[in-house]
T-cell receptor, first 113, second 111 residues
């Protein structure tokens, strides 16, 4: 176990709704990254937070937004859900920057109907 | 062209065989490189970082070729438990993070 937890484990939403996914990082880790993984694909980088500031973003539209809290836990918010948003959402925490090992949580499986 | 490319496989090899994967990346400014392993319906886990001088961890050897912009992973004396998807990961930015995963190479070890 990595010590990274995510909630919920599964979620079903309908198109147009909004969703918030949560991640608690491993103790002592101040960096959290979020990924979207479609079936049969590698994880796609959404963004990274370092000490509560966004520190890099992938090719995702603005309706994907995030937040990191003083305790370094994090949220991923997705507005105006689309069918293609159905995927496994992974968060990973790491200690400091820039290029340390990332520890992944088990993921949240989001289904958009 | 994808920023990080891997042969999707599947590679199906007998137990005890040696198998090698390559991964190419397009951004010459890429700073750090990793191999992750992902089991079916599980989260990725770090297998090893890839250093410029190459590095070895037991049966696993990783190498970086900056001139040709690829990294490699060699698995010797493969075990049944090595069956998994192997993901190549590149941090393509020197400032803010831009972490790119390849699509993964599926490896299946047969008895």
């Amino acid at each position: 176990e990595t010590g990274v937890t995510q909630s919920p484990t599964h979620l079903i939403k309908t198109r147009g709704q909004q969703v918030t996914l949560r991640c608690s990082s491993q103790s002592g880790h101040n960096t959290v990254s979020w990924y979207q993984q479609a079936l049969g694909q590698g994880p796609q980088f959404i963004f990274q937070y370092y000490r509560e500031e966004e520190n890099g973003r992938g090719n995702f539209p603005p309706r994907f937004s995030g937040l990191q809290f003083p305790n370094y836990s994090s949220e991923l918010n997705v507005n105006a859900l689309e069918l293609d948003d159905s995927a496994l959402y992974l968060c990973a925490s790491s200690l400091e920057l820039p290029n340390n090992e990332q520890f992944f949580g088990p993921g949240t499986r989001l289904t958009v109907l | 062209r994808k920023e990080v490319e891997q042969d999707p496989g599947p590679f199906n090899v007998p137990e005890g065989a040696t198998v090698a994967f390559n991964c190419t990346y397009s951004n010459s400014a890429s700073q750090s490189f990793f191999w992750y392993r992902q089991d079916c319906r599980k989260e990725p886990k770090l297998l090893m970082s890839v250093y410029s001088s190459g590095n070895e961890d037991g049966r696993f050897t990783a190498q970086l070729n900056r001139a040709s912009q690829y990294i490699s992973l060699l698995i010797r004396d493969s075990k049944l438990s090595d069956s998994a998807t192997y993901l190549c990961v590149v941090n393509a930015s020197s400032s803010a993070s831009k972490i790119i995963f390849g699509s993964g190479t599926r490896l299946s070890i047969r008895p």
